[in-house]
DNA sequence: ATTAATTTTTAGATTAACCTAAAAATATAT
DNA sequence: ATATATTTTTAGGTTAATCTAAAAATTAAT
C-alpha cells in the first residue's frame, strides 16, 4: 500500500507527464512538490523500486502503466470529494482543494463507489474537470482555451485549466462562472487584453485570464 | 498541527481514562494501539513535552486539559462521519470504524461544521454513542447495561458498548437493531444466559453480550 | 570543443515512529 | 522482607521522508 507522500508524487508527475511526451524533469517534480531535487531523486528511485515509474538517472522519469493507473485513480478521487464538498456541503469552488487533497489519500474502494453514487455519477468537478470511472478512463473534454479564439466567436464557459485559490476568486470576483456563454468582442493589440461580452455585460480579462478559460464552442 | 498518530494516542487514551479515575498505564495504551511499550513510552514523552498528557515516569498518564479536548475532537469527527457513512452513503453500521478511522483526521473545522449541519445536527453515532459538541461538550447518555436489568425490566436498545465489527455483525445475524425494546425473561443460572423477547419473538444472548448492550428503561 | 552553467545525483544528517534487548522500578508472593 | 514476577523505561537500531553540501552528468555558450 502507498503513503500519502508517494500517492502525492505519482499524481503531480502524472499532472507533469500529460504535458509533455518526454520525461519529466526532477526539478519540475521537485518545485510541485514545493521540495528539493535530492528529496525527489530519492522518492524517485523508490517508486522505481515499486515499479510506478520508469525511471532513468539523468534522463527524468515516466509513470509506469501501473503507477498511472494509481495516479489517476487518486485524481478520480480528489474530484468526486470536491464535488461532494460544493454540491452537497455548499462550499465555493475556490474552497475544496485543500480539503479534497487530504480526502484523497482515504482507502476504500467501496467508499468511492457509494460517494460516486450518491453524488449521482457526476461526470466533471465543480472547476468543469473530468472525473475519471473506476477503471481510469478519462472523458477528454472537448474544449478549447478563450485565448484560441476569433473576433465574434463565443462559448459555454466549462472549466478553468488552472484551479488555484487566486485565480477562482478572481473569477468570483468577477462574476464568471462555469455555464456562462462568452463571446469575444476585441484583442486589444497593446497588451494583448480580451474584451469580453457575457450577457448583457461586457469586461477585459487579460491574455492570461484567457488562456486558463475554456470553452465549448459551436 | 499533531500528527495522525499523536492524534490516535490521544484518542485511545482519552478511552481510556474515561474507564478510570487512576492513570493509563503504558501496557493498556500499547495494547489499544497494537504496538510495544517502548514505543509508547516514546509518545508519551513526546505528548508531554506538548503538554497534551500529564506524565509521570512509572505512574501513568492522564490527558492534560487541551489533550483531552484535543481526543474528544477527534472522538467527535469519527462519530459524524460514521454517521454520515451509514446515513448518506447506506453503508451497514459494521462497516464504517475503518473508514472513520481515517476521516476523523481531516484537518478541516469548516469541513466539521458543514459536515454537521448536512446530517441535521445529530446528538447519536450509528452505534448509539453520544456525538460531542464543538465546545467538547457529551451528552452523557443516561442508559443502562442489559446485564443490570432485573426479570421482567424492559427498555429500549440504544446503544452498544464494544462496536467491533465482530459484535456488530453478530447483533446482525440477531437481528437487534437500535431503537429495538427488549425485555429480559430469565437468567439461566447454569451458564448466566439471559433470555430475551423483542416484539414476538424470543431469543438467548450471553452476558457478555447483555453487558454490551445499553438500554433506556422506563 | 572546451569552458561555464545548470541539472541531477550522491553522501551524510535529521526527525518521527517504530523495533529489540537490557536495565530499572514497581508490584506480588512466600 | 526478601526474592520473584511484572511493568516500564532506556539504549541503540531501522525506515520513510526530508534536508544541505558536494560531486557528477548534462546542456549551453563562446
Given at each position: 500500500?502507498?503513503?500519502?507522500?508517494?500517492?502525492?508524487?505519482?499524481?503531480?508527475?502524472?499532472?507533469?507527464?500529460?504535458?509533455?511526451?518526454?520525461?519529466?524533469?526532477?526539478?519540475?517534480?521537485?518545485?510541485?512538490m514545493?521540495?528539493?531535487?535530492?528529496?525527489?531523486?530519492?522518492?524517485?528511485?523508490?517508486?522505481?523500486?515499486?515499479?510506478l515509474?520508469?525511471?532513468?538517472?539523468?534522463?527524468?522519469?515516466?509513470?509506469?502503466?501501473?503507477?498511472?493507473?494509481?495516479?489517476?485513480?487518486?485524481?478520480?478521487?480528489?474530484?468526486?470529494?470536491?464535488?461532494?464538498?460544493?454540491e452537497?456541503?455548499?462550499?465555493?469552488?475556490?474552497?475544496?482543494?485543500?480539503?479534497?487533497?487530504?480526502?484523497?489519500?482515504?482507502?476504500?474502494?467501496?467508499?468511492?463507489?457509494?460517494?460516486?453514487?450518491?453524488l449521482?455519477?457526476?461526470?466533471?468537478?465543480?472547476?468543469?474537470?473530468?472525473?475519471?470511472?473506476s477503471?481510469?478512463q478519462?472523458?477528454?473534454?472537448?474544449?478549447?482555451?478563450?485565448?484560441?479564439?476569433?473576433?465574434?466567436?463565443?462559448?459555454?464557459?466549462?472549466?478553468?485549466?488552472?484551479?488555484?485559490?487566486?485565480?477562482?476568486?478572481?473569477?468570483?470576483?468577477?462574476?464568471?462562472?462555469?455555464?456562462?456563454?462568452?463571446?469575444?468582442?476585441?484583442?486589444?493589440?497593446?497588451?494583448?487584453?480580451?474584451?469580453?461580452?457575457?450577457?448583457?455585460r461586457?469586461?477585459?480579462?487579460?491574455?492570461?485570464?484567457?488562456?486558463?478559460?475554456?470553452?465549448?464552442?459551436?
Amino acid at each position: 500500500m502507498l503513503s500519502h507522500v508517494e500517492e502525492n508524487y505519482l499524481k503531480e508527475i502524472y499532472g507533469l507527464q500529460e504535458a509533455t511526451l518526454r520525461g519529466v524533469s526532477t526539478n519540475s517534480i521537485a518545485e510541485k512538490m514545493q521540495t528539493k531535487a535530492s528529496s525527489v531523486t530519492d522518492m524517485l528511485q523508490r517508486l522505481s523500486n515499486k515499479d510506478l515509474v520508469v525511471y532513468t538517472k539523468y534522463k527524468g522519469s515516466r509513470l509506469s502503466e501501473k503507477g498511472r493507473l494509481m495516479a489517476i485513480s487518486i485524481v478520480r478521487k480528489h474530484r468526486l470529494w470536491e464535488t461532494f464538498l460544493v454540491e452537497k456541503l455548499n462550499f465555493l469552488w475556490d474552497e475544496v482543494h485543500d480539503i479534497a487533497e487530504q480526502l484523497e489519500h482515504i482507502k476504500s474502494d467501496k467508499l468511492i463507489k457509494k460517494l460516486e453514487a450518491f453524488l449521482g455519477n457526476p461526470k466533471f468537478d465543480p472547476h468543469g474537470h473530468p472525473i475519471p470511472n473506476s477503471n481510469g478512463q478519462i472523458n477528454k473534454l472537448n474544449s478549447v482555451s478563450l485565448a484560441e479564439f476569433k473576433i465574434k466567436e463565443e462559448g459555454v464557459f466549462v472549466g478553468v485549466k488552472d484551479s488555484s485559490d487566486s485565480f477562482l476568486k478572481y473569477l468570483n470576483k468577477m462574476n464568471i462562472a462555469i455555464g456562462d456563454t462568452l463571446k469575444l468582442l476585441y484583442i486589444e493589440p497593446f497588451d494583448n487584453s480580451f474584451l469580453i461580452s457575457a450577457n448583457t455585460r461586457q469586461f477585459n480579462i487579460s491574455e492570461n485570464v484567457a488562456k486558463n478559460l475554456y470553452l465549448r464552442s459551436e
